[in-house]
């Protein structure tokens, strides 16, 4: 079994900064891809931003410049830095990965439980 535990969100000002954390835990052999998502009230769920073991990262456009992904992978979290906030960024933000887990080599793909973002004045 694998867990993703999202933390970080709030509510803060338009213009404002946060930064989420979203730490795997359980019989881990190894963690591919991780993501974030976000969906807002009456909205479907879209990605943020994705970086692979290597490093490699990709942005939705609209939080190219603002957003910044990364990780630490001895510590198998996934951070999203948000800066310079916006009410359209308010949404709950879940963390996506693909995990293989110890037990039986096998990935699974693994969801967190979302952290809520409000951006309000």
């Known amino acids: 079994q694998a867990q993703l535990v999202e933390s970080g969100g709030g509510l803060v000002q338009p213009g404002g900064s946060l930064r989420l954390s979203c730490v795997a835990s359980g019989t881990i052999f190894s963690i591919n891809t991780m993501r974030w998502y976000r969906q807002a009230p009456g909205k479907e769920r879209e990605l943020v931003a994705h970086?692979?073991?290597?490093?490699?990262?990709n942005y939705a456009d609209f939080v190219k410049g603002r957003f910044t992904i990364s990780r630490d992978n001895a510590k198998n979290t996934v951070y999203l830095q948000m800066n310079r906030l916006k009410p359209e960024d308010t949404a709950v933000y879940y963390c996506?990965?693909?995990?293989?887990?110890?037990?039986?080599?096998?990935?699974?793909?693994?969801w967190g439980q979302g952290t809520l973002v409000t951006v309000s004045s």
């Open positions: 970086i692979t073991t290597t490093g490699n990262i």
């Open positions: 996506h990965a693909n995990i293989r887990l110890s037990t039986d080599m096998r990935f699974r793909e693994v």
